[in-house]
C-alpha cells in the first residue's frame, strides 16, 4: 500500500478575505476539482469548477494521462511544471506516485535542456532573481519573498550547470529542480523552499545573443565585484533568515571551493556539488568495493576530472579510508588526480590550492613508461597506476575510450567504473561499451539514468549515482535536527548510510542502489544518522535517538490535501 494513502485529513485556516479565482491562483492551497461541495459554498468557488468532486487519486491519473501525451520529454518538464505552479500538493503526488518516470523529467537529464532553454519556456515567476544592478536593493529583495517560514534555500549563479556550462540565467531551472527533490524525495514542505537565482551576467554568447534572454545582459562579474556580492547576499540571508539551510549549487570549480571554505562556519550552508556529490560517490563506491571482495584501502582511484565535483569525491573518498585506520599520506598516495593537463604531481606549477593535496610525487613516477611531452596523460596514468576505481567527472563525452577500459580491466577482476557527468549526452562512456570492453565485468554507476544493459544472455542495471540519493536526505536530517553548521561527518554518516541500504549488500547479483520507489524511505534512513551525528557533534542540541526518529518522521510533509475552513 502506497504511504500516501493513510495520510490523516488535515484542518488549514486561510485569511477571511481569500475566496473565488484568488484562492484558484494559489498553487500550494489549490485543490482543483478536489474542493468538496462544502469548501466550493463556504470559499467562493461555486460556479468555478466543474461539478464533480474528485479524490486526489482520481486527479493522479487524469494528469498522468495528460503527462504520457506529451511529445517530448522537455513537453512534459513544461507540462510538470505548469502543474507545480497551478496545483502544488498534486504536482509532488503525481511525481511520487510515478517516480521512476518523474525524476528524470523534473532533473537531471532533462532539467540541463530546460536551463538551456529557459528563456524560451518560461511561463511563471518562481523564486527570487537577484541581478547584480539591484545588489544595494537586497534586502528589499529578500522581503518580497512571500512565504512566512523559509527553511531550505538553493542558490546558484548559473556559471557551472551540469556538464554543459554557463546558462545565465537559466540556471534558475537547478534550484527550481533542486528543491522540488528537497519536498518529492526529503518531505520538507514546500511552503517553506526558496530557489535564488544570483544573476551576475553572463559569457554565454548564445544567450547574450539570443532576443529572448530573460537575464541580465552583461558579462558576469568577477573578482572584487563578485566576492563582494556574495558577501552582501550571504549578509542579508543571514538577516532575513538566520535559521536557514543554504545550498549553493551550480558554481563555477575557481568560486565553489573558496565559498564554501569562508562561509560554512557562519551559517547552516553546503555545496552539493562538492559535498554531496562527494558523499553519494562515496556510498556508491564502497558498495562496489565490497563486491570486489577488497576493502576500499586496497583499491586505487584514478579520477578523471579536478573540479568541484573530483576533488570533492576525493577528498571524500581520503576521509573515509582515514576513519579505517589508514594515515592520511597512505590515503592519498592511492589517488591520482588529472585535469586538462594531465596527472597532478609536484613537478607541476601554477596549481590551484584545492589540488595541491593531490599531488603525485614525480619521483615516485620515475619508471613510468609513457608517451613523449611534459604531461602525464590519462592514457599513461591509467597504464602505470593500474586503477580498480575510474571515475569520470569532466563533462566529456567518450573520454573513457575502448583502449584505456580494455588496459584497465587487463589489471582487475572486477574494475569500478563510475561515468558521472550529467546530463546524458555528457557521459564518459556509454554502459553498454564499458560492459561489452569488460567481457560484464565492470561494476558500474553513471550521473544520469541508463536501461539495463544486455551481454551475454543477462541484463546489467546501471546504477544512477544521483545526488538525489543524499540532498534531500541531508536537508530533512538537518532541519529535523535543527543543526546549526552542516559538517562533513555528516556526510561521511550519509555515504555509510547509502551503502547500508545498497541491494548488493544483501545479494551480490542486487542493484548498487536502491530503486527509486524506496527513496523516501532511504532519505529517513539518512536523515537519522545525520541528525545524530550533528548532535554528537555538537552542532544542534542533544535528544534522545526515539526523539531524532519522531522529529524527521514528524517533519516528512506529505502531498495530501487539507479542508480549508476560514480564519474567522
Known sequence: MNELDNVQERTQKIPDSLSGQALLDLPLLNKGTAFSIEERHDLGLMGLLPPRVETIEEQVERCYESFKLEPTNLD??????ELQDTNETLFYRLVLDYIVEMLPIIYTPVVGEACQKFSHIYRRPRGLFISYPERDDMDEILANCALDNVEAIVVTDGERILGLGDQGAGGMGIPVGKLSLYTAIGGIDPTTTLPIMLDVGTNNQDRLKDPNYIGWRHERITGDDYNHFIETFVSAIMKAFPDVLLQFEDFASRNASPILAKYRDRLCTFNDDIQGTAAVTTGTILAAAALTGRKLDDHR??????GSAGIGISNQLVATMVATGMSEAEARSRFFVIDSHGLIHDGRSGLAPYKVPFQQKLADLADWKRTEG?????????????????VGVTGQPGVFTEDIVREMASHCDRPIIFPLSNPTSRCEADPQDLINWTEGKAIMAT??????????????PIAQCNNSYIFPAMGLGVRAANARRVSDEMFMVAAIALKEFSPAMEDPQGELLPP????RKLARHIAIAVAKKAQEQGLADKTSAEDIERRVDEKMWRPSYSTLIRNK
Do not use: C, W
Not at 582511484?301 to 579536478?306: D, R
Not at 550521473?447 to 546489467?460: A, T
Open 76 to 81: 512534459k518538464h513544461i507540462f510538470l511544471r
Open 301 to 306: 582511484i584514478v579520477m578523471l576530472g579536478a
Open 374 to 390: 611534459d604531461e602525464i596523460s590519462f592514457a599513461d596514468t591509467v597504464k602505470n597506476a593500474q586503477p580498480t576505481i575510474l
Open 447 to 460: 550521473g544520469s539514468p541508463f536501461d539495463p544493459v544486455h551481454y551475454d544472455g543477462r541484463d546489467f
Open 516 to 519: 527509486l520507489e524506496d527513496l
